[in-house]
């Protein structure tokens, strides 16, 4: 069933299971008291369980802070930032500024299109492998046909966030999951072929999420707020100095390549 029938089978009513409000009583929260039931929940824990209607384990919810916190980097620079900081150069709202450097996050070469293609590589790469397939020709005819993301990073392809939380993964125990073995095996293999394909950001947190069992809409809703920490720093510095003062150009930086100088007409400028 579709069009104006089906329409009509959810006019006037909103058919959900995952809460309600009740004004001056309570909030259901995917069917438990949010302020009775939830109360002892952790931020991140409740955003996933919105989510997924699961709740992860406490050592997951701990790596997950710690992708997010090692991804805040308050840096006007970076292309998100930028757009807050703009934001607070140009006295607009915190939010408007915020909500607008969140927005450009879904980038899709370095920012959250690149992480759900990520994901999808390495799901599709488990699922492959397990049911036969070559697992190095797999990876090689991918990188042919189209870019695998998560690998290769520009100004320099060493990515100082792997380290640290991979190190945090190890001591929660949750770095022997077979879609991070895949992440640095498909590393492995890029290499010899394309010596600036590091495995980058990307693929390690979309590996260790995937490894939680989480899908890739799943995961690009999770990471939404990854980069947002670094945000508020960037909107608030720059609203502090003048007006106009972040990533002013003059005309001396424009490089400039359309027609030359040519005359005015005195005609047109009486005009």
């Not at 320099?156 to 949750?174: F, K, M, Q």
């Not at 995937?210 to 990854?226: F, H, K, N, V």
Request: proline content about 6%; glycine content about 10%.
């Amino acid at each position: 069933m579709n069009g104006p029938q089906l329409l009509q089978q959810h006019a006037g009513k909103l058919a959900t299971t995952v809460g309600a409000c009740y004004p001056g009583s309570h909030a259901i929260f995917r069917g438990q008291d949010l302020h009775r039931d939830l109360q002892s929940l952790d931020w991140v824990d409740l955003y996933v369980y919105g989510i997924t209607g699961r709740r992860l384990s406490a050592a997951q919810i701990e790596l997950l802070h710690a992708i997010w916190v090692n991804t805040s980097y308050p840096d006007a620079r970076l292309w998100n930032n930028r757009v807050a900081a703009l934001a607070g150069t140009t006295r607009s709202s915190a939010n408007l500024g915020v909500v607008a450097g969140l927005a450009l996050s879904e980038a899709q070469v370095y920012g959250g299109l690149a992480g759900m293609r990520a994901i999808s590589f390495l799901q599709m790469a488990v699922r492959r492998v397990a049911a036969g397939e070559d697992f190095e020709q797999l990876v090689l005819a991918e990188a042919r046909a189209r870019r695998i993301y998560g690998y290769g990073r520009p100004i320099n392809s060493t990515d100082e966030r792997i380290p640290v939380v991979l190190g945090i993964a190890r001591r929660l125990g949750l770095d022997g999951g077979e879609h991070l073995r895949i992440a640095f095996d498909t590393e492995k293999v890029l290499l010899p072929h394309y010596s600036q394909l590091r495995m980058n950001y990307a693929a390690l947190h979309a590996a260790l999420i995937a490894d939680m069992g989480l899908s890739a809409r799943e995961y690009q809703l999770l990471r939404i707020p990854t980069f947002m920490a670094g945000m508020p720093p960037c909107q608030v510095e720059a609203a502090g100095k003048p007006p106009g003062a972040i990533f002013p150009t003059p005309v001396s930086g424009v490089a400039y390549a359309g027609m030359a100088p040519r005359p005015w007409p005195e005609a047109a400028a009486e005009k």
